[in-house]
Nanobody, 121 residues
């Protein structure tokens, strides 16, 4: 069992910055990929950013140049630095991690509980 705990959400004015964190815990052998998703009310969940264990990153066009995803493999933690925030960035942000467990060596795909990011004018 792998658990993800998110933090860092909150209220910020447009143009401001916020940094989200997501820490994974449990019987982890390796985390192959970590992702950030977001979901606004009435909308479907969308992929925001992805980072692999090798450090390769991808971003949604809507956040490219403003958001930066990073990870600390030793801490099993992924971050999302959000700069130049816009009103349309308002959403619940979820982290996701996929990898391999220790011991029984099962694959896992876990989700965080979500953290609210609200951007005001």
């Amino acid at each position: 069992q792998v658990q993800l705990v998110e933090s860092g959400g909150g209220l910020v004015q447009a143009g401001g910055s916020l940094k989200l964190s997501c820490a994974a815990s449990g019987s982890i052998s390796s985390i192959n990929v970590m992702r950030w998703y977001r979901q606004a009310p009435g909308n479907e969940r969308e992929l925001v950013a992805t980072i692999t264990s090798a450090g390769s990153t991808n971003y949604a066009d809507s956040v490219k140049g403003r958001f930066t995803i990073s990870r600390d493999n030793a801490k099993n933690t992924v971050y999302l630095q959000m700069n130049s925030l816009k009103l349309e960035d308002t959403a619940v942000y979820y982290c996701n991690a996929a990898g391999v467990t220790r011991g029984s060596y099962y694959a896992f795909n876990s989700w965080g509980q979500g953290t609210q990011v609200t951007v005001s004018s």
